[in-house]
């Protein structure tokens, strides 16, 4: 009888042991399961909001030409009001603060938002106050609180320029894409020269080509202007193109003479006319109240995708720091086209060229906007290839989420 | 244990997937952004294109992502084959299990879709008349004018409808009832291109030489005898009379010779001549200036089925009053610009007699200040007239292609 009760006994312990052990898994496997759930979430909503981003043009719909509608957008888009599907506009985009960094100017008072400072000598700086902060995209995308994320613009073809070494002035154009270089690409450029010239200004000279120049195999190809020294001051671009993928690249002398440079800043983009800065600096310092005269030449040209560029207007004029002229104000007539504004600069006896483009595309310039990624739990993330102009662009969207493990929506 | 090891559970790629959908039809996309695909679709046997494309495809693609992109045909016949695979480019022997894809029309850059016009089946006269001066048409001549709406109405009409009067001799031929040649005269549109002056043949200029307006008053007796629709295209009708020939001593007070004002006395006299009242030679000014007026909403809507695209919004000096509609039997048919404050600044007015069934003649009068837009005058036309607009089939055999890329991620 005793043996019976002891038999008993054992057998429920062992059967209670596997039943909390079958709980302990169950509990186990569904904890994994609602973790799943809330992963694929995450990815959905990253795909829907990066949709979301590029397939609406905000509202009002003309915020990238119009500084002062940034600031009353009541919807954040990206999509160019004037096409559909994933086309985005050179000019909303180029209106994001960018996650490198501010720059501040003592002289006019203004922090700008910097997407390019002297990026092989280009320069794209905008008003901080007339571009979207993070913050706000979020709110206006409603998921302030609940999701960060990280937005990724970069051209989908790098075509990187540089200099070789030699007598005369020699480029190498490298094109490659997404870890493949892009061969026989056929290529176009721009250039534009800097010469001196007996009043101090310099003489800005161009050449525009539709060339027959190829990349090889290895997505390298090469230019030489056997009538240019290697010392020239110069400004290149140069489009990239093969079987319908469009990408640009460029490369800009910038020197820092005697009297110094300058550094373009865009003062206000609004409505077709842009008013420019153009800062004489030391490096990227304040030069000193002793420093000389900085003559200066620019053009403003817009370029359509025909990548034939059309001559808008020419601005001459100097600087000097220490007799009251810091910069000089510009009013350019954009006409709400992508473009550039290419400046010669120079002492009178050297010279530099610096490039501020108008819209993104212009130069294929990147943007990264948003919160940073680094250290964050799980990270869904979901791309697109879209159409800035005619140059094609990746979005890249990293999207995670504020309220924990929790199945959010 | 053996539920929980049984349990499948996601794969890591599937809890967290790149959404390959979207980003096969965005690659898609970027690639036929200037055609680019479409054309390559279309050049199977060209290697060139092909390994450019592959080229392409590869640089766009992230390096983990293997893809397979083919062109079908698209073939006209039933069911069964309506896709041929045409020519198919891959960086992978397999996708593995987990793959998605997108499709994509491409249509071939010889095609051309074709839009078939209706044709309306009455004459068009234009009044091309080169022994006629023109006014109001600042910065235009009569033959451009004539050779403008003959281009805009080229597809609407047969090619031997559209009959250009080249003088005034030929115009009164027709006003003696005799066609130029195998045209139909009865129901035909007449448009005239001169502006504010109407082209007098020499004989009636002699005829009428101390009484001008009884010309005018002659047209409207035709126009409702033969059933016919007279266009004016600009300015007040009908204000003057031109023949280089027969008034070459005169001008019109602004320096311009071979016309002769008949000021509104010619206007009144043909609303007359249509409604078969007696002549009465009347110089009472009677249209309207309301200024700004609009397309109404059928002509907005006919602008965009006609892609013809005058401004919506104009400027009217000359609009006939609502008043000429009691008084001579006329009735509003079609109105392409907003009547406003009881003037009628451009409508077509169809002459019906009371009791009577049928219309008999039609005036239709763009009363704008100049200088005229021949495209209002087309589109006053096609809106009353209607035509249908047949479109070509967007699916036919041989002009398109379906595009399909097949995206997956590498390692299945």
Known sequence: MAGATIDHLIALTVFLAALLLFIGFFNQMNQTAILYQYHSYIATECSNVLDSIMLNPGTPSDWGVSGSSTQNLTFFGLQDPEFQEYRMSPFSAMRLVSIANQVYYSQTGQWYNDLSWGLNGAYLLLPASDCISYHDATSLLGINGTYDFQLSITPTLAVNVTQIPGNDLQLEIQVYGSGFPLSNATLDYLMFWANTSSSGFPKLNSNFTSDINQTDSAGIAFKEFPSLSSNTTFTFIVKAFEGGLNGIGYLSRETVTDAGNIIPYIQSFDNGTANMVLAQKYGNNDPPTSIGNLYYNASFYALPNTFVPVFGENFAGELNYGSGTPYQNLTVTTNNQTGFLVIAYGDGSNYGTVIAPFGLNSLGLPVTFGSNVSGKEWVATDLRQVIIGDIAYQAKLSLWSLTGYQVTG | ?412
């Open chain 2, 1 to 412: 244990m053996t539920a929980s090891f049984f349990a499948v559970l996601p794969s890591p790629r599937q809890v967290s997937p790149l959404n390959l959908s979207r980003l096969a039809l965005t690659t898609l996309e970027t690639l036929d952004a200037e055609n680019g695909l479409s054309s390559v679709a279309f050049e199977t046997t060209n290697d060139t294109a092909w390994n450019e494309l592959q080229v392409a495809l590869s640089a766009s693609l992230p390096s983990n992502v293997i893809y397979n992109l083919t062109a079908y045909d698209i073939s006209s016949g039933g069911l069964q084959n309506l896709y041929a695979v045409s020519r198919s480019i891959s960086n992978a022997q397999s996708l593995g299990i987990d793959s998605n894809a997108a499709s994509y029309m491409v249509a071939s850059s010889n095609v051309t879709f074709t839009v078939t016009p209706q044709k309306i089946g009455v004459t068009l006269y234009i009044l091309n008349c080169s022994d006629s001066s023109g006014w109001w048409i600042t910065g235009y001549t009569v033959q451009s004018i004539a050779q403008q709406l003959a281009g805009i109405f080229a597809s609407y009409f047969e090619p031997s409808s559209i009959v250009m009067v080249q003088n005034t001799t030929q115009l009164g031929q027709l006003l003696n009832g005799q066609p130029l040649g195998n045209e139909t005269l009865q129901n035909a549109i007449i448009i005239n291109t001169c502006g504010e002056p109407v082209p007098i043949p020499q004989s009636y200029a002699t005829l009428y030489s101390n009484d001008y307006p009884h010309y005018c008053y002659q047209l409207g007796n035709c126009t409702e005898l033969y059933n016919w629709t007279w266009v004016s295209i600009v300015g007040y009708p009908f204000y003057y009379v031109t023949n280089t020939l027969a008034l070459s001593g005169n001008q019109n007070g602004w320096g311009i010779y071979g016309i002769t004002a008949i000021n509104p006395n010619g206007l009144n006299a043909f609303l007359e001549g249509i409604d078969g009242q007696p002549y009465n030679n009347n110089g009472n000014w009677i249209t309207d200036s309301p200024g700004v007026v609009t397309l109404t909403s059928t002509a907005l809507a006919n602008c965009s089925y006609y892609g013809i695209f005058p401004s919506p919004i104009q400027t009217s000096t000359r609009a006939l009053p609502e008043s000429v509609t009691a008084q001579y039997n006329l009735s509003i048919a079609t109105n392409i610009l907003n009547p406003t404050g009881g003037a009628i600044p451009g409508a077509v007015l169809n002459h019906i007699f009371k009791g009577a069934p049928d219309v008999t003649g039609s005036l239709f009068a763009v009363g704008l200040t100049r200088v005229p837009d021949t495209r209002l005058t087309a589109l006053g036309i096609l809106s009353d007239y209607n035509p249908a607009l047949y479109k070509s089939e967007y699916t036919a055999a041989g002009t398109s292609k379906l595009v399909v890329l097949q995206l997956g991620l590498a390692g299945g």
